[in-house]
């Protein structure tokens, strides 16, 4: 066995465990499901957990609206192929129901107005447990993250008050009202991930794949032109093959160009870059460093 499958086992056996925790100390966790290769590998690590049986939480995916086709059609068709509950919160809807403000500017991003659907669709199921696919490599505020993490009634996050976490020892009890983001492949890198999803030929949304798009070249990043942004007068237009590194908005998500068309071309790609998945394709967490702390402490994954 090589060293890579080892580290592999490793890291999966500690994600099963975590799951299988989760399922054992809440009384209604769920798993959030964005369509991305982090969430992917989550649902087959549940598979892996709880087959025969059924999962013991459903699905749920928080729609922005600004979604990339192909990762919502790749949602469906996991969903129907595994059989297992589905539910949506619609960010369109809490931005009517709010009277939310969505952010100024050319590409917007609906990041800050996903958390009042989360936290409604948290409060309307009395979800007490959300899994979620974070790494701590992501971004400096997810590295100051638990394992069992935390929130209070307003789903906010505070990063002085962590419980220790001493040999796997995980603490789910909360007091009513609050609920625990739990996240079981924290202790993952995007390289284990790439091996993981290669190791078991686990299937991806084309997006994360070699493909020309049409982008519009804003500040050394490419991003696609679709409904939501169209080219401007004075904007380069151009025609790149390209993949993405993350499947976040397509309003606030740039592509990066590749060539890599299979998943060994894609971890080459990531050995050799220096840059983070979010540093190199995210718009809005450019904004600033505490960008996502400053989320998460409002209630955001």
Same mark, same amino acid.
């Given at each position: 066995m090589s060293h890579t499958n080892d580290y592999l086992e490793q890291l999966e056996n500690e994600a099963i465990y975590i799951l299988r925790e989760t399922a054992a100390q809440f009384e209604k966790p769920a798993l959030l499901f964005s369509g991305g290769k982090d969430s992917i590998v989550l649902v087959h690590l549940a598979l892996?957990?709880?087959?025969p049986g059924k999962f013991p939480f459903p699905l749920v995916h928080i729609d922005t609206g600004h979604n990339f086709p192909e990762a919502i059609e790749f949602r469906d068709k996991l969903v129907n192929q595994i059989g297992e509950k589905l539910i949506v919160g619609n960010v369109e809807e809490s931005i009517k129901k709010? #009277?939310?403000k969505e952010t100024a500017g050319r590409f917007p991003s609906r990041n800050a107005l996903q958390t009042y659907t989360l936290l409604d669709t948290i409060q $309307? #199921? $009395?979800f007490d447990a959300c899994i979620g696919g974070a790494r701590r490599d992501e971004e400096k505020a997810r590295a100051k993250e638990r394992i069992f993490s935390v929130r209070d009634d307003f789903g906010a996050w505070d990063p002085k008050l962590q419980r220790p976490e001493l040999w796997n +020892?995980?603490?789910?009890? +909360?007091q009513k009202g609050h609920?625990?983001?739990v996240f079981p492949i924290s202790n993952w890198t995007e390289l284990d991930v790439w091996?993981? +999803?290669?190791?078991?030929? +686990? $299937?991806l949304p084309s997006l994360y794949f070699a493909?020309?798009? $049409? %982008?519009i070249l804003h500040q050394d990043k490419l991003v696609a032109t679709s409904q939501f942004i169209q080219p401007q007068e004075g904007d380069t237009v151009v025609v790149?093959?390209?993949?993405?590194?993350?499947?976040?908005?397509?309003? %606030?998500?740039?592509?990066?160009?590749?060539?890599?068309a299979t998943i060994d071309d894609i971890i080459n790609d990531i050995i050799q870059t220096r840059i983070s998945e979010r540093g190199q394709t995210r718009l809005d967490d450019q904004l600033s460093e505490a960008a996502m702390e400053d989320r998460k402490k409002q209630g955001y994954f």
């Open positions: 892996k957990a709880f087959r709010y #009277n939310l $309307e #199921n $009395e +020892i995980l603490n789910g009890k +909360i609920n625990v983001r091996n993981y +999803i290669k190791k078991y030929n +686990i $299937e493909h020309y798009r $049409e %982008c790149e093959k390209v993949r993405y590194r993350t499947v976040g908005d397509m309003t %606030c998500t740039a592509a990066v160009p590749s060539q890599a």
